[in-house]
């Protein structure tokens, strides 16, 4: 890829490793030129500069922490006033924005079926304001306000999001560029509120290796710990690959963030996992077997 | 055209014809009447903008600024609970010089529930950079949403319009309804610039330091300040288009008055009356209305008022451990003159509460008598003072 046409320039703020800078990188060349991008508070923010700089070579805004979807409503439904039918909207939010305090106006854009992409920049924590918990912590993790580990499972988004029957959600992670690609390129032909759910590993706030961002991103998809999925009209279930199914250790002991963890506490996440995953098998099936 | 409206519903015609592009907006009592007559306008076509059914006051207003920055015209409406759960976006909007009218009809905030009619909802949202205009009655309501558009327009700030929950909002009087085609050559052509430019990306609002800040505070200020000129000539333009005007503040008989009576919103129709009231028994009593709050209009304050011995206002609204919050900004205003008026502050009218032209009356011809003026407000409460 010729990093010169890169949508998010060279010389960002982002740490060195950041799964999340290299999500919003390849979101935006899959998108083009043709985007309006609205961010929150959250490491994208920072990412995309300070003034009077900007990472950025699209037009954006740089909106309150609560309401990223209700901001890209606003611009999608200005531009049709304007008979400008061919921009997309993009929202970039993090965990915290789109699990926690966003959650509702998320919702409401959604029931709305609004016209935008609205991406999860997903790194499982409060990565920006130093490592606080958020309720897409995983079950079990350290963070500075769950120093002894988080004793709640995280909260199954996706199932939420799916629940407003929108044209398309998907998740996506960076271990696998052409997968996420694919899938943007593919809620780009759609219209109305498309959401697209990205791991994107935080060596900061994981504790890990700045290296190990696109080895912990695949092997949470080979652990099913992060299934790659598609599901339509909040109906149709796809799942875009198949994991090998490793054990989740191998995901997890590579992360300092999880050094602290007991045998037992490994065995029910990987109990977690696969019940998870069997409940996903079973959508998936069942969609084929009703096209049948 | 002169049709019977109520206040909200004369706010509804003026959005009408200001051809708002976008309205978002959630419903609230007693503002819930704009948002049905609007939503009704645009599903009939009378009005040709998009309506946003927004799931809270705080998404209306965050759809509102980004709208606005696309380069349309905007509007809302809100009241009380939902004007404090927008306050962080109300920020946002000045601070990003959008040009949004939003209509807000002033009602208590809770604790205790209520739902008559109380200023300090959007009083406590003064220092967040919006032009605030507090209205009498539904004509004035409607020649305001009207006025505002063109002052939001030329000056890049958002504006509030104000009107007394259920007394302005829910009463029926005759409201003349301006020409649609005046309305056209009144406001500015529809030419906001669309800041999201493909050919010119820019990052709007990304993080500043601290010079940065300053520097852009001290611009959005020094416009606010200067934005009582834009105020001025739109309302001296529509008066020549329309033959009603209103100005800033509104004097009458202080010249040679030995009080004057301050006070705004739909107060001042009974103040008119006590005053006449007093003239007639040949008592010298005066009347400022304050239409304009923020920027404040300081000159015009000095200018009618400085002369005079004393002062009373009367506020529909509190902050707690200080007074009413009018008679402050008055007291304020004042305090490096070399003379100054004596300012006696009175709180009443809460909730809606009755404060009849008899009280104000009464009120006035305590203050005549009584020449130590109180540090802390009196309170006016009951029907009797
Ligand atoms: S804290 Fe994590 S997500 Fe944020 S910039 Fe650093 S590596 Fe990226």
């Given amino acids: 890829m010729d990093t010169r046409d890169d949508l998010l320039r060279q010389g960002h703020y982002a740490c060195p490793g950041c799964g999340l800078a290299i999500a919003m990188k390849l979101v935006l060349s899959a998108l083009g030129e043709r985007t309006i991008v609205v961010i929150i508070p959250s490491c994208e923010a ?130 696998y560029p052409e997968d996420l690609i694919e899938k943007v390129k593919r809620a780009k032909k759609k219209k109305g509120t498309r959401f697209i759910h990205i791991l994107t590993p935080c060596p900061t706030g994981w504790r890990m290796r700045e290296d190990l961002t696109g080895i912990v991103s695949m092997l949470a998809f080979e652990t099913k710990i992060f299934p790659l999925y598609e599901v339509y009209d909040g109906e149709i279930y796809r799942i875009t690959k198949m994991p090998k199914g490793l054990p989740v250790k191998e995901y997890l002991s590579l992360q300092g963030r999880f050094s602290h963890l007991k045998e037992e506490e490994i065995e029910e996440i990987q109990k977690n996992v696969d019940k998870e995953w069997a409940r996903l098998l079973y959508l998936a099936k069942r969609n084929a077997e009703n096209c049948a | 055209m002169v049709e019977l409206l109520s206040g909200n519903h004369a706010i509804a015609e003026a959005v009408r014809l200001c051809k708002v592009d976008f309205i978002a907006a959630y419903p609230i009592t007693p503002q819930t009447p704009i948002y049905e007559k609007i939503a009704e306008m645009v599903s009939d076509g009378r009005i040709k903008g998009q309506m946003m059914r927004a799931e809270s006051e705080h998404s209306a207003m965050a759809a509102c600024i980004s709208a606005s920055l696309t380069g349309v015209r905007v509007f809302t409406a809100s009241s009380s609970q939902g004007i404090a759960f927008m306050h962080e976006m109300l920020h946002f909007a000045s601070g990003n010089r959008v040009s949004i009218v939003m209509a807000c009809v002033n009602r208590v905030v809770s604790a205790p529930w209520a739902f008559g009619s109380d200023q300090t909802d959007t009083l406590s949202q003064r220092d967040t950079g919006w032009i605030q205009l507090y209205c009498e009655d539904g004509q004035e309501a409607l020649d305001t949403v009207i006025m505002a558009y063109r002052v939001a327009e030329t000056v890049f700030l958002p504006v509030m319009v104000t009107i007394d929950g259920f007394y302005t909002s829910h009463f029926i009087e005759p409201v003349d309804i301006p020409d649609e085609k005046a309305v056209d050559k009144y406001l500015p052509p529809k030419s906001l610039p669309n800041r999201f430019d493909l050919k010119n990306p820019a990052f709007i609002q990304n993080v500043v330091d601290s010079h940065y800040y300053s520097e852009f505070k001290k611009r959005q200020f020094d416009d606010t300040m200067k934005a009582k000129e834009t105020i001025i000539e739109a309302d001296k333009e529509f008066g020549k288009l329309f033959g009603r005007s209103y100005g800033v503040v509104e004097a009458d008989d202080l010249e040679d008055a030995d009080v004057g009576i301050v006070t705004s919103g739909a107060l001042v129709s009974c103040a008119r009356i006590a005053k006449k009231n007093l003239r007639e028994k040949g008592i010298k009593v005066g009347l400022l209305k304050i239409k304009l709050f923020r920027p404040f209009p300081y000159d015009e304050v000095i200018k009618h008022l400085a002369n005079l011995k004393k002062v009373l206002v009367i506020d529909r609204n509190v902050s707690c451990g200080k007074g009413g919050i009018f008679c402050d900004e008055l007291k304020g205003a004042m305090y490096n003159l070399e003379k100054r008026p004596k300012i006696y502050g009175f709180i009443g009218g809460l909730c809606g509460e009755d404060l009849p032209p008899e009280t104000i009356e009464k009120i006035a011809l305590y203050v005549i008598n009584e020449d130590k003026a109180p540090e802390k407000p009196i309170w006016i409460h009951g029907m009797t003072f």
């Fill in chain 1, 46 to 175: 920072v990412i995309s500069a300070t003034y009077p700089f900007s990472a950025l070579k699209v037009p954006a805004f740089h909106s309150a922490f609560v309401i990223a979807a209700p901001t890209a409503a606003g611009i999608s439904r200005a531009l049709k006033v304007r008979g400008e039918d061919d921009i997309t909207v993009l929202a970039f939010a993090g965990d915290g924005g789109t699990y926690d305090i966003g959650l509702q106006s998320l919702s409401g854009a959604a029931e709305r079926n609004e016209d935008f992409i609205y991406v999860c920049l997903d790194n499982e924590a409060y990565m920006n304001t130093g490592i606080q918990a958020s309720s897409s912590t995983p079950f079990c993790s350290w963070t500075v306000t769950t120093p002894k580990g988080k004793k709640e499972r995280k909260k199954r988004l996706m199932d939420i999001i799916v629940a407003h029957s929108i044209p398309y959600c998907a998740t996506a992670t960076i271990g």
